[in-house]
């Protein structure tokens, strides 16, 4: 059995090295060496050529290097019926959940406008905004865990997903039909959502304008759920209060883009929660120990939903 690497920069070369000792002895290879295909049960993959894996004719298993599967699906030539599991782990959550709890308490507490201050040398105190009503769309693994620590920091917290959910840490709705009133609240408003035909672009005029005047959105989800130019408009008609995105339709962003210098977009580089190499080392030796011995598979992928 053999394990094909295809991934992005110097990722395959840390991953192989982390699987060559922990399966000492398996083969592991690299993309584009890939060998003779036939002997390929496994391809862990981020952003992949496409048409790669459809070369692979005994290909058993694929695994997402992240969290995010739309990457694979972005595939037109993606093998009909190879299990697909995505990467879950407690890293990722942890990392997610600070991510938007510093985001959230940065923006309350106005910590980038005193920095402006301060390199202005004006001592100009302020309350703490007062806004404590955070929306989470989606509720996967990362949505709860984000929605659990918001619980925590005592912010009243409503996730909204696609089937109902129950949670003792938020309120909970789901279903198109309650999208306006779990956002329209809101004093933030998280993306959290898996990218798929129904949730693109789901950040958009219409959306904002249900949201309350002031409201501050943060898209941690991919970049194809914003509309851009809605969400310039929502700022500039100073109905939204401001944004924070980490994830862009292009990327890395075009030095182009009016999102670099608006005064209230804060821009990270796509790093809210980003894979540990030695967490989905681990991830890998147990799908593949899994796969050996004929037993479930975890973090298994809905092709229907695509998520
Ligand atoms: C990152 O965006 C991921 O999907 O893990």
């Not at 459809?54 to 969290?67: D, M, R």
């Not at 912010?155 to 938020?170: E, I, N, P, Q």
Request: aromatic share 6%; glycine share 8%.
């Amino acid at each position: 059995m053999a394990i094909l690497l295809l991934l992005p920069d110097t990722k395959a070369e840390q991953l192989a090295g982390l699987l060559n000792k922990k399966l000492a002895g398996e083969d592991i290879r690299i993309w584009p060496e890939t060998g003779r295909p036939e002997e390929i049960d496994v391809a862990v993959v981020w952003a992949h050529p496409h048409g790669a894996l459809k070369n692979l004719p005994n290909l058993k298993l694929i695994l997402s290097y992240g969290a995010g599967v739309d990457h694979i699906f972005n595939d037109p030539d993606l093998p009909v019926d190879v299990p697909i599991c995505r990467f879950v782990a407690d890293s990722l959550s942890r990392q997610m959940a600070d991510y938007v709890s510093g985001v959230i308490l940065n923006h309350r507490l106005r910590l980038i406008d005193y920095r402006e201050h301060q390199a202005a040398g004006n001592w100009h105190p302020w309350m703490p905004r007062r806004g404590n009503k955070v929306t989470i769309l989606g509720l996967g693994q990362l949505g709860q865990a984000t929605a659990r620590q918001l619980n925590t920091l005592r912010f009243d917290v409503t996730g909204w997903s696609r089937t109902a959910k129950t949670l003792d840490y938020c309120h909970t709705c789901h279903g198109q039909d309650m999208l306006t009133e779990a956002v329209c609240e809101a004093d933030y408003v998280v993306c959290l959502l898996p990218l798929t035909e129904e949730t693109r672009g789901i950040l958009n005029g219409t959306l904002f304008s249900a949201m309350k005047k002031g409201a501050y959105l943060i898209n941690v989800g991919r970049g194809d759920h914003l509309n851009e130019n809605d969400l310039l408009d929502a700022l500039y008609q100073g109905h939204l209060g401001g944004a924070c995105l980490d994830v862009f339709s292009e990327e890395p962003l075009p030095s182009v883009s009016p999102l670099w210098r608006h005064p209230r977009i804060l821009i990270t580089p796509h790093i809210a929660s980003v894979t540990d190499p030695e967490n989905l080392a681990d991830y890998v030796v147990q799908s593949f120990n899994a796969l050996k011995q004929g037993s479930s598979l975890k973090h298994l992928v809905d092709r229907q939903v695509q998520y």
